[in-house]
């Protein structure tokens, strides 16, 4: 019967083939029939991101017919997922290119193992491929040139892409650099051309790139929350590869859903215009597009593809790039183009700037012909080549000399003030010799000291509305934002950030110190909080201006023995306000990983006029007990009277003095809203004035940064050198104290659990709650797990347990990044718990304790505890060819690999025990190239030890020195007098208050009664005046009315009287008449 350790490799190959057939025919069934929709499915299948865990898995499933070395399949438990042959053809690798690195051992059992532990286990930056001129450069050209110079022809356009490889930028800059100094020219006098394209991952562009023009994607493509979905896999089709991986599906079915249902659009895509964001082009270097903007909504595959076609073609230039050294000074070196593209449309990338044909002209002797090997970028000696010739100059222009890191280093009033003005007056006097650099810190000094606080907009602009991702976006620079990326790239890219930041701080003699969270961080294991998604670090305002005059707007080059990071160091435009003001730009500057936007919060503390924390109001009172009419009166050196010293309202009320009915509505909805916010987060101190409020900070020393974060010179100083992520850095001199100040700080070095993480001090990390429930195996669900360790017995773990604990880990596929993680940490989380023992032993004298520290932190080295990412993929990709060309049984390759994690599960077990009995070789263990002086095993404060169930209060204060108490390090007589001052002075002058307002009470209840009696008064007098005129107008009235009977009496009688008249007049007027009628009758009878 055939095992698999025979199981030739022409057969695993047909079968692999046939598999990937049968997927194809299984997904073209699917799909009703169409190739394209084949093709999708296809396209759509995941790649493993545990490799051991895939592994792992028997490859029966995989591999027909095949057993275990027992020949039995009842210990297969479930079939393998991994495709070997699945690898992407450009990075496809020859067998010899394979043999080539494995060495004389081959393709064996032995060489895939041990390829192994230099993948997983070792950080060590080592490459297994050079960086080729066919493979590199010409890597993507239809045709290989018959000329190397016919690259350079710009009529013939024969390199519009190359694959990105960092190795080959560094090795021309390095080269362009040292052939310069060699040449006798200064450093300050050398300018080299920039393009993004050589210095950021821009690789998601190339294959649009190299479409036809008629082919490309269109504006509107592009400028959507999602990529529309037929197009997306006719270009992936196109491409032979996925745009994104991650939540893939998600933003497929989105899509998908939106474009075939009836449905109306969503609000934002109604008033979308295409034209606000990226605009068509026909740039045969550009994707058929060019973004001016990116759409924030956008889901981050789509966000990744407009920002980074924005930052080649519009991305901030750097005024310098600035090439680390880890064993010296920082070189600077100016650029010397502002713009992206030249003139004729071609960048300024390496090709098409001049700068690798220079390089080829000095370093391969066939050029102007094709070399008849092929020609390796080697980065490393041409780094070194550079540095020899910048030693042997006198005069090193830019570079900095690195000054040795003393254990407690000093901090000084004067690095927490700084007077801009005078600084911006020396700038404008110099103006013709001013570096780039200095001309853009003098345009931001001219601007911040000119601007007042509430018109300063928000300077920094995250990835924070990225559609589903708005929980983690916030954490990338949306510049340099490329997707969402795995959990473990943050976590490396964090890790080289930061170690990035500290060494580029200590090669330029910058201060700076860890802070914040990251200082909470340290205060464990010298790493940062797994769920943190930044690192936040400090400097005084002095050397932030510094920082500020000398590199901002430079990218930094990491030293190319430890990783191939480039870092873009950005500072704000309001760099001279130093309160909280608007609350929109609380960080004074960022150091930004350009390939994830990942960054470093970089805050300044200064003399600020901020109202002061309440804790500090002990030491406001001791000023006003010893202050006296000689007391010196400071004033903020950076405020203009009258323009930018003035409250929200005060601004309002003179811009209406000023403007009248100009002042628009929404201007004073923003000024008062703003003093409205100020209103509502103020303390004692607020009421005294802006100038009052500068004078009193700087007199007790206090300081700030712009998010109100306050503290004092003696908490600070001196800063004490330590390590953090491996890198040598500072920690404040009273960390404790500054972090119970702004967070619930435990007083154990014990297990606890936070943020769905549980620390576990036997390991001195920090775990997540799923991790731990898989790898104590406490419900048994696991057949792998050899061990099952109860729950609840984390809380404190056995000798023995701790031992099963770590066999679980290593044998769990799950586990493999855990596993990884423990094994590359182990120094950096020994060297923290040691440093703790020494710091808290109070048998030690200062000196003596000051002799330990200093020789136990003095030049160590730790390599990361991730690989580089470049080195990373590369490694990865080596591991799938050799896999998939390695004639060996996968059993096998499981057999080596579990016994591989056993053994070093084993080594672990076996450092824990030799640290819990004081027995480990401190040397030996740390690789020091000399023996020590001193037997570390012998001094420390003992507060914890595998196995032990004691409970410590290691961390209930901040370490003292032998003959020194805690409260004489804190000042607590001094403070608890002065408090018990302020108290009383406090509850005098709140007696004073309610005695004045019991007088004013009293005052005002006498005014009120006596107000109440003349009240009375004039009520009675008046209802006595409306009596009297209410008793007037009845006699009026009553008068009025006789008046009126009387006039209607005599009315009346003189009717009567006329009547009678009338009446007599009428009777007399009949008589007359009558007569006559009479003598009528008289007369005709």
Known sequence: MMTMRTFSRQKKMAILAALFSAAAVFALVRSGGSPLAASKGILQIEASQQYLQALWQDSWGLIAGDRDRRGSRAQVEQPCKFLPAAVQPRFRLTREQVLGVLGTGGMTLEGIVQFYRRWRFDTTLRYVLPCSLKQGLLGRVAEVPALLSDVFVREKLLVKTYDYDPRMTSAVYYDAVGAALAADQTIDGLALPFSWYDWADLSILDDFIDLPEDEKPSAAWVVNRYFPVDELFRYESAFGRKLFDTDRAKGLVAEYYRSKTKFPPMESDVVLDVGLYCLNSTNPFLPGFECAEVFPRSRPEVYHLQARTRLYTRGPIPYSLTFLNLNGPAITVPISNTAAFQKDGTPYNIVYSGMLEAYLKRNVNSFPKMPRRDYHFENLPKFESMWNAYSQRADKGSGSEQIRKPLFLNLTEADFEFDAFTKLRELQENGANLTAHQKGYMSALNYSLHNHFADCDKFFTEAGDSTDYQHLGHHFDSRFFRGAIAYGEIRARLDALIRAWLSFTNSSNLVTWVAHGSMYAWMYDGLAFPWDGDHDVQMPIRHLHMLAERFNQTVVVDDPT??????????????????????????????????????????????????????????????????????????????????????????????KAEKGTGVTESRIRHLTGLQDELNRDQNDFAKMSVAERYN??????????????????????????????????????QYLKILRAEYHVPESFKTMSYHECTFLPEFRLWIMDKEIDRITNSDSSSTIAEHKIPRDHIEGLTTNEVKQLLQNIAVLPEAEDLFVYLWNTRHITLFRQKEIELQYDKSLSPRKKAELLDAFVRDRRFDGIYKDIFQERMETNFWNNLLSMADVSFPLVLEELKQLHLDLAKELFRINSEMAVKELDWEAEFGEEKPGKYDFNKYGEHFFSMGERSSNAIFAADPVDRGQSISALYRTDLEDEFKAKYKDRKNAAEMERKRKEEEERKRKEEEERKRKEEEERKRKEEEERKKKEEEERKRKEEEERKRKEEEERKREEEDERRQNEDMEHKRQQDMGSGQKQVEFTHQHE
Not at 637 to 648: H, R, S, Y
Request: hydrophobic share 30%; proline share 5%.
């Open 696 to 733: 009193l900070n700087k007199h007790i020393k206090v300081y700030n940064c712009r998010n109100k974060h306050f503290t004092t010179l003696e908490e600070l100083s001196p800063l004490r050198l330590t390590y953090f992520h491996g890198m040598p850095a500072y920690i404040p001199n």
């Open 562 to 655: 430890v990783g191939n990071g480039r870092y873009f160091i950005d500072v704000t435009s309001s760099i001279t306000s130093r309160i909280h003001g608007n609350g929109k730009n609380n960080i004074d500057a960022r150091f930004i990983d350009v390939d994830s936007g990942l960054y470093v919060d970089i805050t300044g503390l200064s003399v600020s006029s901020d109202p002061v924390d309440t804790r500090y109001d002990w030491l406001v009172e001791k000023f006003w007990q010893e202050r006296d009419n000689g007391t010196t009166f400071y004033r903020d050196p950076n405020l203009i009277p009258g323009v930018t010293d003035l409250t929200p309202k005060e601004l309002l009320e003179k811009e």
